[in-house]
């Protein structure tokens, strides 16, 4: 039996949202061959509605200290504009790294804007701030509370670096010097993460999602960059003759950011980009922010679950899903693909979450999950790799924050190469990690499991 996607993304469209990733997994299930048929490229892209972009060569950074030198040298060669967004920012030796990179940019003429979360960067102090404004660099700060007090617990958790709309990074890294170390020099006091480079096309719609939270903030427009405004619809600032930016794709990402914003009012305009025909390497841009995008990122989410034949292996310092992605997990083990979760060891910065995954360990070890924590350092990377073919690499974690109360954004890759690569790191990860077992964990202590399940009962809250 065949699937069509174009079928399943019209029956997907008229299911309530909430419901439409039920549906998802249940039609990448269908689909044969799973995530590596050419159907289920196209179901995935039908769901986020965004342009699929011809995948150049990515290089994946999974050490902090070759990640941020990188990225350094990038803005020391950037022509005409940096763009740099992040959760955290901090104002200690990296972060004065990264500020004297911004500042040589600034000081050749190229346009420098900066975007930090407000309450992910509170501990940096306003001098941080006020001297990469007087020296040429643009400054802002994401919802800060008095400017939407109402919205004070919706974050911009994003981590991007946009240079010349040509190149740009993203993943689970922010700035300071946990994440910017090495783990293999610096052991326990690191931060083990993921970065991504990635150009081409999929470059420019990542500044357009700079875009979008820059507008939250209250920046000016960009120039020749379109994108929808959280609040004032599609915005289309002057275009100028010194850049020469390709449109086509970005034209695709504001009509998807449109048609969600009608379907959220309750309208019946839906836009569905031209599917591009596929290509052995390929990647989409899945950004969920309040209010749009949510639904679709656990609809493609449930559709890479469904989707696996062979193995899913995830990487995420935060596990504390809902329920019925457990389910969904524990059925892909049930129908014999090998899962594999890397959560925190007892280097964690965030103890209560870990308690809240604990509460999920025992029905998953009893359905032949495998689950390993991370000794080395403290786990931050956040990725997934299925089947060795399509992987994702990003800023969500698997938790209620990151479904529902940030903005995030996160690159799928339709990419063998890239897929290998991942799952060699998962697998060098795995000798720095203790499993697990069933037997073991029958064993902890009745104050562990009364933490265990206060955690997880509180999961939502974390």
Known sequence: MTTDASSISRRLATIPRKYRRYRAWAAARRIPGGVRAPAFRE????IDRGPLHDCPPVELLIDGDDAFRTMMLAMDAAQDEVLLETYIMRDDRLGQAVQEALLRAAARGVRVCVLADAVGSLGTGN?????????????????????????????????LLVVDR???????????????????????TAWRDTFIRVGGSVALE??????????????????????VSWSEGIV???????????????????RKQWARRRDKRGGRHVVRPEVEPPTDRAVLVLDPRPGRGQNEMLSVLSALIG?????LWITTPYFAPPSRALTLLLSAARRGVDVRLLLPGEQTDMPIVRHAAHGAYAPLLKQGVRIYEYQRATLHAKTLVVDGSVSMVGSSNLDFRSFWLNAECNVLLFDDECGATLERSFRNDLQHSVEI?????????IGHRLLDRTARALRWAL
Do not use: C
């Not at 660099?137 to 974050?155: D, G, K, M, S």
């Not at 289309?236 to 504001?254: E, F, G, M, N, Q």
């Not at 077992?437 to 202590?445: E, Y």
């Open 43 to 46: 179901l995935v892209q039908r």
């Open 127 to 159: 001098a941080f701030w006020d001297h990469l404004e007087r020296h040429g660099v643009t400054v802002r700060l994401f919802q800060r509370l008095w400017h939407h007090p109402l919205e004070a617990l919706r974050r911009d958790h994003r981590k």
């Open 166 to 188: 040509e190149i740009a990074f993203t993943g689970g890294m922010n700035i300071g010097e946990e994440y910017g170390s090495s783990v293999v020099t610096r052991g326990a």
């Open 206 to 227: 990542l500044a357009a999602v700079f875009a979008e939270g820059w507008d939250r903030a209250r920046g000016e427009p960009l120039p020749a960059l379109e994108y």
């Open 236 to 254: 289309v600032p002057p275009w100028t003759s010194s850049t020469a930016y390709a449109p086509r794709a970005l034209t695709a990402r504001v």
């Open 307 to 311: 989707g696996a034949r062979e193995r």
């Open 437 to 445: 077992t069933a037997a073991a964990w029958r064993t902890r202590g």
